[in-house]
């Protein structure tokens, strides 16, 4: 079956950095675009960045821009999240996603989710 589990989490100060990592099985990773998202209790689940299926294109959300990067190994089934100068308001849980062929930032539109992994950043 299908999965794909999170890692790299944790707590980290303002200004500090982590890095997330996801491993997919159970799917041919490289047709699957990826994405990461991210929620707060109560709150939607928001977009934070995406990845075409070679990579060759990414996109942000505004309030990651310039800080986060996303990367894929396809022959390592994993995409990757890069969070530098990280602020409070990035605590979320983080969540990787697959959607089959294209990208698209709605949460709803992708096939098959991650457990989570948590951030939080202290002020």
């Known amino acids: 079956q299908v999965q794909l589990v999170e890692s790299g989490g944790g707590l980290v100060q303002a200004g500090g950095s982590l890095r997330l990592s996801c491993v997919a099985s159970?799917?041919?990773?490289?047709?699957?675009?990826m994405g990461w998202f991210r929620q707060v209790p109560g709150k939607e689940r928001d977009f934070v960045a995406t990845?075409?299926?070679?990579?060759?294109?990414?996109t942000y959300a505004d309030s990651v821009k310039g800080r986060f990067t996303i990367s894929r190994d396809n022959a390592k089934n994993t995409v990757y999240l890069q969070m530098n100068s990280l602020k409070p308001e990035d605590t979320a849980l983080y969540y990787c996603?697959?959607?089959?062929?294209?990208?698209?930032?709605?949460?709803?539109?992708?096939?098959?989710w991650g457990q989570g992994t948590q951030v939080t950043v202290s002020s």
């Open positions: 159970g799917v041919t990773f490289s047709t699957y675009a």
């Open positions: 990845i075409s299926r070679g990579g060759a294109s990414t």
């Open positions: 996603a697959a959607r089959f062929h294209n990208v698209n930032y709605d949460y709803r539109s992708f096939d098959y």
